[in-house]
T-cell receptor, first 116, second 115 residues
Framework: AQKITQTQPGMFVQEKEAVTLDCTYD???????LFWYKQPSSGEMIFLIY??????QNATEGRYSLNFQKARKSANLVISASQLGDSAMYFC?????????????FGSGTRLQVQP | DTEVTQTPKHLVMGMTNKKSLKCEQH?????MYWYKQKAKKPPELMFV???????INESVPSRFSPECPNSSLLNLHLHALQPEDSALYLC??????????????FGPGTRLTVT
């Protein structure tokens, strides 16, 4: 069984500063995918970034980067130059291996608040 | 275009009502999903359709009935719901090709209240 752990229920960051949201995972599979989603108060889940278990380089998408440490089974999200619009709930998720299931298992989430 | 649309945005229904939630995507994705999300909790998978066939049912009560009429549409038919079914219902879609990370694109959700 797969498990995603996000230990930070809430985080505060000053506008324009960088912030790291933690995510650890547990799986016995060799092939897996890790995702980060943002959920504003409106409810929509917005895909941010993806890291494959065999990817040698950390994924980056604009201000988002994923600090992937495979041996430690961690996949932390780094947001650089925080903006007020970054205030939202952030979920780390793992895709189950390619058994045809394609389901996502989500962590409990971290609520980020960006302060002016 | 990475848009998944859902209607209605809000729905209030009584326990004896029958209603349907609708989801639509035009990204050519052949996998579509229904998730249920309670307040302050992560989404929980309900159903997965792959190539218009139901591939996963996460032991969801029969008062929830999914339907995939074509590759772009996904419905969730609701009947005789309970107040504890009140939640945000999210639809998502994804590619199914082996070289894709299968990132799922979500719609804005339907906020359901059962009275």
């Amino acid at each position: 069984a797969q498990k995603i752990t996000q230990t930070q229920p809430g985080m505060f960051v000053q506008e324009k500063e960088a912030v790291t949201l933690d995510c650890t995972y547990d799986t016995s599979d060799q092939s897996y995918g890790l995702f980060w989603y943002k959920q504003p108060s409106s409810g929509e889940m917005i895909f941010l970034i993806y890291q494959g278990s065999y990817d040698e380089q950390n994924a980056t998408e604009g201000r988002y980067s994923l600090n992937f440490q495979k041996a430690r089974k961690s996949a932390n999200l780094v947001i650089s130059a925080s903006q007020l619009g970054d205030s939202a709930m952030y979920f780390c998720a793992m895709r189950e291996p390619d058994t045809g299931r394609r389901a996502l298992t989500f962590g409990s989430g971290t609520r980020l608040q960006v302060q002016p | 275009d990475t848009e998944v649309t859902q209607t209605p945005k809000h729905l209030v229904m009584g326990m004896t009502n029958k209603k349907s939630l609708k989801c639509e995507q035009h990204m050519g994705h052949r996998a579509m999903y229904w998730y249920k999300q309670k307040a302050k909790k992560p989404p929980e998978l309900m159903f997965v359709y792959s190539y218009e066939k139901l591939s996963i049912n996460e032991s969801v009560p029969s008062r929830f009935s999914p339907e995939c009429p074509n590759s772009s549409l996904l419905n969730l038919h609701l009947h005789a719901l309970q107040p504890e079914d009140s939640a945000l219902y999210l639809c998502a879609s994804s590619q199914v090709t082996l070289d894709s990370p299968y990132e799922q694109y979500f719609g804005p959700g339907t906020r359901l209240t059962v009275t």
